[in-house]
């Protein structure tokens, strides 16, 4: 048998063994350390309520979602600067969705979420906003103010960042 490592990164030992790092495929050891932990199922929610005090963003005034990659590669040309920059100035604008005590309003317009990757990183720093489903490329700090002026408050597309609309005008087979 194998040694389970822990999350206080101890060893546990299994059957004798000599203590090592698991050595199981990802599936088996997810498996065993769900029976070992004895996970309980979460209940699903039904009362509305509930989940809008769970989850205030379910009632919020919100109209775009902004998406900054801060993946590998993106991360390599200072996609945490542009994340930073657009949180900054959405909260200048007093627009930004979140908790009062950061610094952000409750009843903000524009929610800001940092995600891993957006499918294009070799042109990144990478912004998705969303309802419009249009995709930037080589968004720097500098061009954060533009965005949020052109785009989020007056609804224009910065045609030279935009590297794709969604939807976009090929087919996803690629048939015209």
Request: with cysteine; proline share 5%; charged share 25%.
């Amino acid at each position: 048998m194998h040694a389970v490592k822990r999350r206080d990164t101890s060893y546990r030992r299994l059957s004798g063994a000599r203590e090592r790092p698991l050595c199981l495929p990802a599936d088996r050891f997810v498996l065993a350390y769900a029976r070992a932990n004895l996970m309980a199922e979460v209940p699903f929610i039904t009362d509305r309520q509930r989940l809008n005090d769970l989850a205030p963003v379910a009632t919020a005034p919100i109209r775009y979602h902004v998406f900054v990659c801060t993946g590998k590669s993106c991360s390599a040309v200072e996609s945490a600067l542009v994340k930073e920059a657009f949180e900054q100035q959405l909260k200048e604008l007093g627009i930004l969705f979140g908790k009062e005590h950061k610094g952000k309003n409750p009843h903000g317009s524009i929610v800001l979420t940092e995600c891993g990757s957006v499918g294009f990183c070799a042109v990144g720093a990478a912004v998705m906003i969303y309802p419009d489903g249009v995709w930037y490329a080589q968004v720097r700090t500098s061009d954060v103010g533009e965005i949020i002026n052109e785009h989020i408050l007056n609804g224009r597309v910065v045609e030279r960042l935009a590297l794709l609309k969604i939807p976009s005008a090929v087919p996803v087979d690629g048939a015209r």
